[in-house]
């Protein structure tokens, strides 16, 4: 079985989220380490980051809260500390992650195919959450089909990253700078690579958890009203993503891009 650094991300007071999670990775008999998020609920978290109020306004048509702030910070985080071992693969969870028995071995089936078939050429993988549209069936192993996908879906439940992935990431704009949430910009990034991938529907559930975030504060309601995205937003912020989704799909079709 591949040898992945399963990192599970979890806030130090949400005590019942991981005896859920630590119930399942036990089950599973895996070797895998906490790590404590950024907790940004009370307001913008302290450290060593760069937020773009104005850049976020732009492209989301509101600021970012406290709390995706501190999500974001907790994923790069995450990244930071697989960088810094030496696995070859990451396996980055949220805490309100539901896996069945034997998880872990297709996801290493998956992980040796991908490896097998791109070497060092391929991101991640999302195998939390699906989307439709920009994407192509690149193989099937033990009935979990894996689809290459130039604009990934939303969500990051569970992730599972090689280390070219996430150093590209890491360098990339999208993380040095905080714009919007962490799956947003992480879809703008990948976006304009080319090199991602996505099942064709989860291989996870979510528990049944109240959000950390939402509880605290609604990120989609201003002045009571759900806040919607403006034509200004749309171009400034989805055309180019659905630009670089297309221009990196034609490549793959034609063989420009592996």
Not at 30 to 52: C, E, F, I, Q, T
Not at 139 to 162: A, N
Not at 212 to 217: F, L, P, Q
Request: some cysteine.
């Amino acid at each position: 079985m591949c040898s992945f650094d399963i990192i599970v991300i979890n806030l130090d007071n949400s005590t019942g989220r991981l005896e859920s999670v630590s119930s399942m990775l036990a089950m599973e008999n895996v070797n895998w380490r906490r790590l404590s998020a950024v907790d940004g609920r009370g307001g913008m978290p302290v450290g060593d980051y760069v937020y773009d109020n104005n850049a976020a306004l732009i492209r989301h048509d509101r600021p970012m809260s406290g709390g995706e702030v501190g999500c974001f910070l907790s994923h790069v985080s995450a990244l930071k500390l697989f960088l810094s071992g030496t696995q070859k693969h990451a396996v980055i969870l949220e805490d309100d992650i539901l896996i069945e028995s034997g998880f872990f071995g297709q996801l290493t089936d998956i992980a040796e195919q991908l490896d097998g078939r791109f070497a060092d050429d391929w991101d991640s993988l999302n195998f939390s959450t699906s989307v439709k549209g920009f994407q192509f069936k690149e193989f099937e192993v033990g009935g979990v089909e894996i689809r290459r996908s130039t604009y990934m879906p939303c969500g990051l439940k569970g992730q599972l990253w090689s280390r070219t992935g996430a150093s590209a990431f890491l360098e990339s704009r999208f993380a040095k700078v905080i714009m919007g949430p962490v799956d947003r910009e992480m879809r703008s990034h990948f976006a304009r690579r080319g090199r991602s991938f996505v099942t064709s529907s989860p291989m996870t559930k979510v528990a049944q958890f109240e959000s950390d975030i939402d509880a605290a504060e609604d990120r989609w309601m201003t002045m009571g009203k759900p806040v919607k995205t403006s034509l200004r937003c749309k171009v400034m912020r989805h055309f180019p993503d659905y630009l670089n989704a297309y221009i990196k799909m034609k490549q793959l079709q034609f063989g420009l891009l592996k």
